[in-house]
């Protein structure tokens, strides 16, 4: 049973799925600090000094009551909150790393795989002799085997 689970372990798919995943792990790790660190400290700052994440919404009071100005303070107080500004820095996380996937990975990949347009069939050099059935060029007026005199269309 054991060397079975190694096999499946070391097949080549499995291998890569896990690749794929670790990868992906460190790139949304990096997408979260552009979005959280670079992107969304100068769109709060355009919005009239927003912190997008301490935009939060009290839907009931902690053991202190607010208003709270952060959430680690709501938090802290034991206050429940629903999140929108870390929310909404999840949604711009997941719209970087879906352009990505689909433009770097997703449309190249479709691009390979794509099958080739058919080139037009070349025009014909050949065609059947009309009393013997062979094979002559198209242009011939006389059949080189039977010695028939052909019509060209």
């Not at 802290?76 to 629903?82: H, Q, S």
């Not at 909404?88 to 794509?114: C, E, K």
């Amino acid at each position: 049973m054991l060397k079975d689970f190694k096999a499946f372990i070391m097949r080549g798919n499995v291998v890569d799925m896990a690749v794929g995943i670790i990868i992906g792990a460190a790139f949304g790790a990096i997408i979260g600090s552009l979005v959280k660190d670079v992107l969304m400290p100068p769109m709060g700052l355009l919005l009239g000094n927003v912190d997008f994440s301490n935009l939060i919404i009290v839907l009931k009071q902690g053991a202190t009551p607010g208003p709270y100005v952060t959430l680690a303070e709501a938090q802290a107080a034991g206050a429940v909150t629903m999140n929108m500004g870390l929310f909404i820095n999840t949604i711009i996380n997941f719209l970087i790393i879906a352009f990505a996937v689909f433009f770097f990975i997703v449309r190249p990949i479709a691009r390979m795989q794509a099958p080739k347009k058919a080139e037009a069939p070349a025009a014909p050099t050949t065609k059947d002799c009309p009393f013997c059935a062979t094979l002559i060029p198209i242009k011939a007026t006389r059949c080189p085997n039977c010695t028939s005199e052909l019509q060209n269309k």
